[in-house]
Every structure is written in C-alpha cells, then in structure tokens.
C-alpha cells in the first residue's frame, strides 16, 4: 500500500490492539495508482459525483500498523499475480495459491466491517446482523491465524469486459462503471447478505448469508492451489438487477455537458496520452453506445452511413497507437453524422434518395454537396463504376479540394459513393478529410 500516516490513538478495527492508527485505503491504493496512471486525464472522477475530480482513492483511520503490513501482503500478491497482469497483459487464467483467498476475504472484510459499523447498513435489517458479525470473527480469526480455515463461506472473483450486444438494455455510464469505476457496498435482500466490491474489470464477493452463493460458475476461490478461468458466468437470482442499479445510483448525478467537453477537450489536447490509456477504449464504447440511442431517430439512410463508418476498417498491422488513432478518428466521424439536426438529416437523405433516383433515371453522375459549415457532406452516385474506381474519385476529389479554397470553415468534409447497379460491392464507400 501507499504510505500512510498516522492518527491519534484507539482500537484497531481489525486486531483491536490499542496504537496508532494509519490512515487505511479502503480500496487498495494500487488500484487508484492503476486507473491516474491509465486514464486520459491523469484523474479518477468520483462515481457519485462524476464532475468533480479525485486524486485518491477513500481512506479513513481503521488499522494499526501491524495489521496494515499484514494486508499490504496480500495485496501484493493481488496486485502483481492478477491485477496488474489481467490489466495490462490481457491475461485471464490464472494459477494462485492462499494468498488470492486471503486478499478477497481482506476486502470483504473491510467492506462489511464499514458498512456495519460505521454505515450502519444493517440497520434496518437486524435479523442479518448476528450472521454479519459470525462472518467478521471468522475472516478475522482466519487473517489473523487464529483458525486454519474460512469456514463455510464462498468467496468470488469475475472479470469484466466490453458488453458489445446486449439482450437487456444497459444505462448510461455502464462500460465506465464495469471497466474503469471503484464501488464497495453490501448486497442486501431479506434473507441475503454478500460483501460486493469492484475493482476495474473485476468482482470480488464475499458471502455473508447464506453461506454459498448458487450459480457462480468458474468464479469460486479455494483455500488450498487452484486455477480461475473462462468461462464465467453470473447467475445469481437477481444479480443482474443489481448490478445494473448500482450503475445508476452511483451515475445518478450523470456528468454535465460542459464537463463531459471539458473531458474530451483534455483528451483531444493531449493525443499520446489518450491513444495509450486504458480508457480510451471505454470512451469510445461509451459513445458508440450513445450513437446507438441517437440512431433510433435518425432517418435511415443517414444511419447506414453511420454504420458504413463505424465499420471503417483498421489495419491490424499498425502499432497499438495508429490502430487507436485510426479509430478515433472513425468516432469523431461517426459522432458528427450522429449529432446531426433532425431537420438536417431529413433533409440529407432526401438529398441522397434523389440523387441516386435520378442517377438511375439518367445513368449518369450525379453529385449532392450539403454544406453545414463546419461538416461538409459529399453523396456521389457513379453509374457503371467498380469499387476501386469510386476509391480513386474519392481520393481526387479530396486533393482538388485541399489546393483549392473549397469549404474554407469546414472542420469535416466526408464523401460517400455509390453505384446502385453495381453488383458486387453494393454499398457505400467513403473517405473523409478532418481539418
């Protein structure tokens, strides 16, 4: 852990030896240290308040120095065997031995402990507290080895990743939440307890009551050596529910329209750092989600050329960070078309059902220029032409407009082709020029 000052003397919450006591992580600062370090901000941003910036993660005094060594092992082990590994390599099998039961049984803990005696979450369900208070003695006894074993509870870990389809709608904020937020709390129902706390891209449970959770499959940590590995799955009646309420209450304040520019002006500012982060990818699944609600209303045609870019190919040869570029830059293109006025839109696929009715009539080129100012649109019905034939009046076009003056306020200028006789390649091609 981070280093930590000291406070004045009292209990310590863990081994109740009187001292000092240190300033305590609740969440582990190597996690905060991991997402500053990853983000495109150099911040944390504070789930329940998403406008305000953080610089560390929550801590309180809770452990005297003794018990902060004995967790920091723990969390060592965490940190170097899986967290950082499963982050930054990708990696989700995984070979471990006690110490892995030993960090999840150190953060379930830490979370019911707090939110029974400080939160006083259990209030208002006093039949669960003599079975909260069993659970804290026992995982208490066992750190401290006073006892060789857990007990009867079940302890979880599942990894998160991108939610790309869903058969159930997802909120706002819900890839930030899995991938890149911090949340701790205890899962309640009437005759159900678990400890929940979530690092990026991972879930850690601790069963309080009952004992075993049903329907964790491949997720269970053992005491003795084992191996956690896909598949996973969750199928915990309710689960899902409330997962995806903790995403709303904790999005609830939502981020504001200035903030959220602010934040991608930070990130457009500062390229390299965006293009390299860990939630560069986040972000942009963020927005393709948002992009998908606004299609809804969109006129057709203007969302196939949404879906035409969006599809935009990247060329898996290139290094990590022109691959990321490539696909940025798809986004911000994707995102103009996708902000379009409906008025506008409507009256750009009329452009293009016009166009392309009268290139048929004809059997000639027909072009459509709509010019918003800061986008320019290009729609070009070519008769009789080849793929490789649209993609060469594509790129010529593009370069007789950067030696001319054309569209001088223009910050996008995107042109589509098309050849409805063709019937081979019968769709969209396109390039854009950002400026």
């Not at 940190?79 to 892995?100: C, D, M, P, V």
């Not at 979880?156 to 997802?170: G, K, P, Q």
């Not at 009646?237 to 904790?250: A, C, K, Q, S, Y």
């Not at 999005?251 to 560069?280: C, Y």
Request: charged share 25%; proline share 4%.
């Amino acid at each position: 852990m981070a280093s930590v000052e000291t406070s004045n003397s009292a209990k310590c919450a863990f081994c109740q030896a009187g001292g000092k006591l240190q300033v305590s992580h609740i969440i582990p600062s190597f996690v905060g240290n991991w997402l500053k370090e990853s983000s495109a901000t150099g911040f944390l941003r504070g789930a329940k308040n998403l406008n305000v910036r953080l610089q560390d993660t929550m801590k309180m005094p809770l452990l005297c120095l003794d018990c902060e060594k004995r967790f920091s092992i723990f969390e060592n082990y965490f940190a170097r065997q899986i967290f950082y590994q499963y982050q930054n390599l990708g990696i989700k099998k995984f070979s471990y031995n006690e110490l892995l039961l030993k960090f999840t049984i150190s953060i379930g803990w830490r979370v019911l402990y707090i939110q029974l005696n400080l939160q006083k979450a259990l209030d208002h369900a006093p039949n669960l507290v003599p079975y909260a208070n069993r659970a804290l003695k026992t995982w208490r006894d066992y750190l401290l080895d006073l006892r060789k074993d857990e007990g009867d509870y079940e302890h979880h870990m599942f990894f998160l990743d991108f939610v790309e389809t869903s058969t159930a709608e997802i909120p706002n904020g819900f890839q930030w939440y899995t991938l890149r937020a911090i949340d701790a709390c205890l899962a309640l129902g009437k005759e159900t307890v678990f400890a929940y706390t979530k690092f990026p891209g991972i879930i850690l449970v601790s069963a309080v009551y009952p004992p075993k959770l049903e329907g964790w499959i491949g997720t269970r940590i053992i005491r003795s050596r084992g191996e956690i590995a896909p598949p996973q799955g969750i199928e915990y009646p309710g689960f899902h529910e409330f997962l995806i309420d903790r995403v709303e209450r904790l999005f609830d304040s939502g981020i504001s329209s200035i903030q959220e520019e602010k934040v991608t002006e930070a990130m457009k500012s500062n390229a390299e750092r965006l293009l390299f982060s860990k939630s560069f990818q986040v972000w942009i699944a963020e927005r393709r989600r948002k992009r998908k609600e606004k299609k809804r209303s969109l006129p057709p045609a203007v969302v196939e050329l949404i879906d035409i870019v969006e599809k935009g190919s990247i060329d898996p040869s290139l290094p990590e960070r022109d691959k990321n570029l490539q696909e940025f830059q798809i986004d911000l293109i994707a995102s103009g078309l996708a902000d379009l006025d409906l008025i506008f839109a409507e009256n750009l696929e009329r452009d293009i059902t016009d166009n392309i009715s009268a290139a048929r009539d004809s059997h000639e080129e027909k072009m459509t220029v709509s010019d918003l100012g800061d986008i320019v649109i290009l729609f070009l019905t070519l008769i009789g032409s080849t793929k490789i034939e649209r993609l060469k009046r594509i790129d010529k076009m593009f370069k007789e407009i950067e030696s001319g003056e054309s569209y001088s306020k223009a910050q996008m200028i995107l042109m589509f082709t098309w050849d409805p006789t063709d019937q081979v390649d019968r769709t969209f091609d396109w390039g854009c020029q950002l400026r």
